[in-house]
T-cell receptor, first 112, second 114 residues
């Protein structure tokens, strides 16, 4: 079983739409959770860290559900510039200290 | 400033060549990482350095040889690579390899092995 499972999509949505991505993780002892955004042929860039019960940054809301072991990313009022691949990442503890496990990424295309 | 720099941006090499990738950060981070990313795949961890010491090697073939000369620099020496090693090589850094610190990525080196 993979450490992190993520629906690869693709998601194709019109401008202004609300879109949500989910990611599940297998290690219940995982401590840190992140969403990265990756544009084509570029490096992953941190979008949001997800701590405790989640957090919001403008149009982006990230949530963590420890009981069900999943994190989510909600994008409201989608913009053309939101088109990218969104990677969830989970960091373990103990023997996996320092190791970041990535989901396979969800591709989002926002069309006009 | 959360900047990690990598050189070169692009590299084409033959299977008999020896080359090196370089990574630098000036954020005072004490953990540095090498990842390999193939098209439409997530980054795959290769090596982790913690306080300039190699702490994780993900069973990477010996044709890849990492080096951490000091806390700001990370190199990846390449020798006798195969065409399937062509990929985007990403460097990242974080404050310490703890459970909550965030990893910041450099722009990557796009490697093509002929």
């Amino acid at each position: 079983r993979k450490e992190v499972e993520q629906d690869p999509g693709p998601f194709n949505v019109p401008e202004g739409a609300t879109v949500a991505f989910n990611c599940t993780y297998s290690n219940s002892a995982s401590q840190s959770f992140f969403w990265y955004r990756q544009d084509c042929r570029k490096e992953p860039k941190l979008l949001m860290s997800v701590y405790s019960s989640g957090n919001e940054d403008g149009r982006f809301t990230a949530q963590l559900n420890r009981a069900s072991q999943y994190i989510s990313l909600l994008i409201r009022d989608s913009k053309l510039s939101d088109s990218a691949t969104y990677l969830c990442a989970v960091k373990g503890r103990g023997s996996t200290l320092g190791r970041l496990y990535f989901g396979r990424g969800t591709q989002l295309t926002v069309w006009p | 400033d959360t900047e990690v720099t990598q050189t070169p941006k692009h590299l084409v090499m033959g299977m008999t060549n020896k080359k090196s990738l370089k990574c630098e950060q000036h954020m005072g981070h004490r953990a540095m990482y090498w990842y390999k990313q193939k098209a439409k795949k997530p980054p795959e961890l290769m090596f982790v350095y913690s306080y300039e010491k190699l702490s994780i090697n993900e069973s990477v073939p010996s044709r890849f040889s990492p080096e951490c000369p000091n806390s700001s620099l990370l190199n990846l020496h390449l020798h006798a690579l195969q065409p399937e090693d062509s990929a985007l090589y990403l460097c990242a850094s974080s404050q310490v390899p703890g459970t909550t610190d965030t990893q910041y990525f450099g722009p990557g080196t796009r490697l093509t092995v002929l």
